[in-house]
């Protein structure tokens, strides 16, 4: 075999192998992080108030998870005690995951996480109370189940 027809298949690989990484690269399934991620932005200041307007409470939301029990533990302070407000479970690597559940006005409120696959969350806290609005996030990992 003369080096004219090494060249030829050399180059015939390499075009078959970039055509199967394009369409590779073409079925593969990748999400937003929001749907709405260009709205989203423009909340990005509102958002960041809200967090500071939680942090300067005198006594600070409360959120706590029992990995055991797989809930969540919210405790609002008495001076910003819950109007209207949600919890969403904000899952980056899959949007289609997220979920967000409604709060009531209980000082102290349980949230299951029984419908949560295992892996790493988000806990995003929305709540209004007396007009003002409040915000507060933190990670949370949700445990696979465990063989007896």
Known sequence: MNWGWKIAIF???????????????????FHMVSDSYYAEEGLYSERLAQKQAAQSLDTPMEMAFSPRDRQLQLTFPNSALVDKGTVTFYRASDARLDQE????????????????????????????SNGQAFF?????????????
Do not use: M
């Not at 507060?136 to 063989?147: C, F, L, N």
């Open 11 to 29: 180059y015939c690989g390499f075009v078959v192998l970039i055509l199967s990484l394009v369409v590779g690269s073409l079925r593969q399934d």
């Open 101 to 128: 559940i409604a709060l009531n006005t209980a000082k102290h409120q349980t949230v299951a996480t029984d419908q949560l696959i295992p892996g790493r969350w988000e806990v995003k806290v929305y709540w209004e």
């Open 136 to 148: 507060d996030e933190k990670g949370i990992y949700v445990p696979g189940t465990q063989a007896p």
